[in-house]
Structures are given as structure tokens and as C-alpha cells.
Nanobody, 125 residues
Framework: QVQLVESGGGLVQAGGSLRLSCAAS????????MGWFRQAPGKERKFVTA???????TYADVVKGRFTISRDNAKNTAYLQMSNLKPEDTAVYYC???????????????????WGQGTQVTVSS
């Protein structure tokens, strides 16, 4: 049974930083593309960042230069380092996993098979 468990969310002032973690179990972690999405109240879930099939990285324009995705395959964990946070970054953040394959569109939430429960990030102004 695959499980993804996010942690590290919380309340932070604008300009601050947080690091989210996503611990995975029940899968061969190194074979999976990992992504982060977020959903603000009343809005649809949106792409934040993900590893591409060739272990490249892609970011949404709104987080480029502020957020960094990383992974530790030995620990079966993905991370999202968020810096210079803004109030508009307030959302529930989700990690997601999908078996890496040719033609995978990592920016699309529809591609992902497994999702964590989400962790709340609130940025105060």
C-alpha cells in the first residue's frame, strides 16, 4: 500500500521560510516522479514543482527562484524548500507520485497516481 505523508507546514510571516517533507512508503521511490501541488481556498489545485523523467526539475513561474524541490532516495523522501514566502503562497500543499515513464506530463495533476493528505501553509502579511 502506497502512502505519502507530508509534514512541515505551518504559519510563517511574509519573507520567511519553510521546508516541507514528503515521506513515501510502499513503492520503489527512485522509480517515481515526485511533484508538489497546492490548493488555496476556493481555488483549483495548481502545479508548484516536480522532477521530470530525466531528473530535471520544473517550477511554476510564480515560485521560481524562491522554491526548491529535492529528494533523498535513500530516505524515500522528497522536500520542498520555500523561501521568501508571500501571502499568496498560502494553501494546502500536496506531494504526489507517479511511476516515471516516457511522455509523462509532470505539471498535470491528472498524471499522478498517489497523493498525500496535504499540509497547510499560511503566510501572514
Amino acid at each position: 500500500q502506497v502512502q505519502l505523508v507530508e509534514s512541515g507546514g505551518g504559519l510563517v510571516q511574509a519573507g520567511g521560510s519553510l521546508r516541507l517533507s514528503c515521506a513515501a512508503s510502499g513503492l520503489t521511490f527512485s522509480r517515481y516522479a515526485m511533484g508538489w501541488f497546492r490548493q488555496a481556498p476556493g481555488k483549483e489545485r495548481k502545479f508548484v514543482t516536480a522532477f521530470t523523467r530525466s531528473n530535471g526539475i520544473t517550477y511554476a513561474d510564480v515560485v521560481k527562484g524562491r522554491f526548491t524541490i529535492s529528494r533523498d532516495n535513500a530516505k524515500n523522501t522528497a522536500y520542498l524548500q520555500m523561501s521568501n514566502l508571500k501571502p499568496e503562497d498560502t494553501a494546502v500543499y500536496y506531494c504526489a507520485a507517479v511511476r516515471s515513464r516516457m511522455g509523462l506530463r509532470v505539471t498535470s495533476s491528472n498524471e499522478y497516481d498517489y497523493w498525500g493528505q496535504g499540509t497547510q501553509v499560511t503566510v501572514s502579511s
